[in-house]
């Protein structure tokens, strides 16, 4: 049998302050932006737009399969004649769009996390791969944002890697900039409940700190405060760090732009969409909702 591996990242999509029924009110604005058939733009880019397309829900609502396309506006282009090189009129028909790209993802209300497809597949007849993670957590943003109540704040944080978590609490820290958010209850850990806990108490949607540090030159990323911060952030926010390592080299860290990547692998015959949907959806609920 063969196998075939599908990478992803990861984002925690969070609305603040968080309803009675988290769940159900991420599907409600998920099933929103679809019914209503939203286009969103980004930046200045007005000759292009997203849409979903696709939103499959699976079993009981457990799980939701997605498509995210990409379309350039008709009015956008011009078509040449080839041989002379001048303008043709050409009539579209109005009922066509012009779709240059799909992106894959997989939603779990539970967990209230998106895996955006990076590589590989989940449904094989999908035309293109990879989605590219910042373009698609604006879109998330912006078009849940769209739907969300006026009281309602919308938030969407791409998880980062370990590994630049790991440099931090090995190298010496100059600086730290941390930003974070309070989390929809999902922490194990009792030092990251506390501050979590305290924010939301506060009804502080985002935190920004800097820590600097006293004579000694250096912050200590293990004591308690720092170190929990730190880690709330790796979900929840972002780090950005100046740090000297062994050899006295100094280098700039921003977490954000470290998202984590995973994958999973799957038996490449009919059920591959099924069997990937499943593999993420006890993993997420492992990892997030183990407690």
């Given amino acids: 049998m063969r196998h075939t591996r599908i990478q992803y990242y990861t984002t925690n999509i969070k609305i603040l302050p968080p309803p009675d029924s988290t769940g159900k009110r991420y599907v409600s604005l998920l099933d929103g932006w679809f019914n209503k058939g939203y286009r969103i733009t980004l930046g200045n880019d007005t000759n292009h737009y997203f849409s979903l397309t696709r939103l499959d829900k699976i079993g009981n609502g457990e799980s939701y399969y997605g498509v995210v396309s990409k379309f350039v506006t008709m009015e956008s282009i011009d078509f040449i004649d080839k041989n002379t090189g001048s303008l043709v009129e050409f009539s579209i028909p109005s009922n066509l ?11 779990i209300p539970k967990c209230h996390r998106f895996a955006f497809i990076k590589g590989g597949k989940i449904n094989p007849e999908v035309s ?14 912006k078009a849940f944002k769209n739907i969300a109540a006026e009281h309602e704040d919308v938030k969407v944080i791409v998880q980062q890697s370990d590994q630049v978590f790991k440099r931090i609490f090995e190298e010496k820290i100059l600086s730290l ?8 209850d999902d922490l194990s850990n009792e030092g990251k ?16 700190g800097k820590f600097r540090p006293d004579s000694s030159g250096f912050i200590k990323s293990d004591a308690l405060f720092p170190k929990e911060m730190i880690k709330l952030a790796k979900e929840n926010g972002q780090v950005k760090a100046k740090m000297k390592n062994e050899e006295g080299d100094v280098t700039n860290l921003n977490t954000k732009e470290h998202p984590e990547i995973n994958e999973l692998e799957v038996e490449d015959d009919g059920s591959r969409e099924q069997s990937f949907i499943n593999k ?8 997030y909702r183990s407690q």
Avoid: C, H, W
Avoid at 177 to 184: F, H, L, P, R, W
Avoid at 197 to 208: A, C, H, P, T
């Fill in 177 to 184: 900039d941390i930003k974070v958010s309070y989390t929809n």
């Fill in 97 to 107: 769009e012009a779709r240059v790209n799909e992106y894959e993802f997989v939603f």
């Fill in 280 to 287: 993420l959806y006890s993993t997420f609920i492992e990892r």
């Fill in 193 to 208: 409940k506390t501050i979590d806990s305290l924010l939301r108490d506060g009804q502080i949607g985002e935190f920004i």
């Fill in 128 to 141: 293109r791969r990879g989605a590219p993670l910042k373009q698609m957590t604006t879109i998330i943003e």
